[in-house]
């Protein structure tokens, strides 16, 4: 597909996307329109070569991949690995608070948030809810308000005349998210209830538990004066969960390729569907067979994780090293860290040059400051648990983990280019 049909579908994927359980049905429901078939984890499968796959665990975490024609022992897998969750707040299990006749929801930070940017935006509330059907079941489905329920006011400059100076944020005091002002602090199962009841879950006896985010409403946009930039929250990284989907769905039927989306990357991975857990490894596992196939397939195998680059801020280029400066729209950026933060190496990475050479992609280096920490990504973790020579990839980003982030509008569309040859690499 060409960028303008690419980057709209990008733009609806993202909306569409609120929360991690969101991301993986959306992706699911894209691989089921293409003829991959579902995979239950407790059940035997029966694999055909040719055919598509894909499991679920938690809801939140996906595994998809192609059974090839060939031997897998003899040609291993091409894999992409990406995550679905990113920074956000997530709401308490006791949440409700009405003070000053305010109802307000206590919300915990999941992840590294940049927190400042959430002040003073439409919020809307996502996530999956649990509960006991009247005929005595339990059953999970997922909400989405779809508009703004909320928002977190800022306090006004009169009354904090250094706010521009230092204004700090205390995730417990300053974050309570304001939703209404009843007369007397709701029931707040009784209003997910509701919002059930309004999205068709209509056999609700009791809400019994949830796993609920705030996100912001104001959706995706191409931005800049010749439309430069998609601007959007969750760009890290359902840019990239989004960008390895395509790639998979182009990939040839008679290669073993496979996508990974994981939950639990902004907090470590260490989950039973994080990068860290055993989801992927017990996949391959079951596809390869025996032991012997699975350290086979393995040492014929290469992992490009894709996760959001740094890109050089105008205003803040001292914080790059000067080398190493990664520009949006001048395409993906592969990282580097000499402590393994990243898994990168030079074979990995003379790999993925060639490949853009070949689809004529244009391609950049990141290192962080040497005076500096460096983040991570599910590549090491996903490159030491399975002993798969392993890739970091990624696109420029701007303001990444806060509530709204920055990338460039021909970046995804050719980095999807270059992982479908990668995949189609024989």
Avoid at 63 to 89: I, N, Q, Y
Avoid at 189 to 210: I, N, P, T, W
Avoid at 346 to 373: G, I, N, W, Y
Wanted: proline share 4%; net charge negative; charged share 20%.
């Amino acid at each position: 597909m060409d960028k303008q049909q690419f980057n709209t579908q990008l733009m609806a994927f993202l909306d569409a996307s609120p929360t991690p359980f969101h991301a993986a049905e959306n992706m699911a429901s894209a691989l089921r329109d293409a003829g991959f078939s579902e995979l239950n984890e407790r059940d035997d499968w029966a694999l055909q070569p040719g055919k598509g796959y894909y499991t679920l665990r938690n809801g939140s975490s996906i595994v998809a991949f192609r059974v090839g024609e060939g031997d897998v022992a003899e040609s291993g897998w091409k894999m992409v690995g990406a995550h679905t969750d990113s920074p956000c707040l997530k709401v308490k299990p006791n949440p409700v608070l009405h003070k000053k006749g305010y109802f307000q929801l206590a919300v915990d930070v999941y992840g590294g948030a940049l927190l400042n940017p959430w002040f003073d935006r439409d919020l809307g509330l996502a996530g999956r809810v649990s509960y006991r059907t009247i005929d005595g079941h339990l059953r999970s489905a997922l909400i989405d308000t779809q508009r703004a329920i909320g928002c977190i006011p800022s306090l006004a400059i009169h009354l904090d005349r250094e706010a521009n100076n230092s204004r700090s944020v205390n995730p417990q005091t300053d974050l309570p998210v304001l939703i209404s002002q009843p007369a007397q602090a709701p029931d707040f199962k009784a209003l997910l209830k509701r919002f059930l009841a309004e999205q068709g879950s209509d056999d609700v006896d009791v809400v019994l538990d949830y796993e609920l985010s705030f996100y912001d409403v104001q959706g995706a946009a191409l931005i800049g004066l010749d439309n430069e930039f998609i601007a959007s929250a969750r760009l890290d990284n359902l840019l990239s969960s989004f960008v390895g989907l395509q790639a998979l769905l182009a990939a040839p039927a008679d290669q073993h390729s496979v996508l990974v989306s994981n939950d639990h990357e902004e907090v470590g991975s260490m989950s039973s569907s994080g990068a860290q857990g055993p989801m992927l490894e017990s996949t391959l596992r079951r596809i390869a067979g025996d032991e012997t196939r699975w350290q086979r397939a393995i040492a014929h195998s290469l992992m490009i994780s894709a996760d959001n680059a740094h890109g050089v801020h105008p205003n803040f280029s001292d914080r790059h090293d000067a080398n190493h400066g990664p520009l949006l729209n001048r395409g993906a950026v592969i990282k580097i860290n000499v402590n393994q933060r990243y898994a990168t190496n030079s074979e990995t990475s003379a790999m993925f040059r060639h490949l853009c050479e070949q689809c004529k992609q244009p391609v950049q280096s990141f290192v962080v400051r040497s005076d500096m920490a460096c983040g991570s990504t599910i590549g090491p973790i996903t490159s030491s648990t399975l002993g798969v020579a392993t890739l970091d990839i990624g696109v420029p980003t701007f303001a990444m983990h806060s509530i709204r982030e920055l990338a460039g509008s021909e970046d995804a569309a050719g980095l999807s280019e270059v992982l479908a040859a990668f995949y189609a690499r024989r």
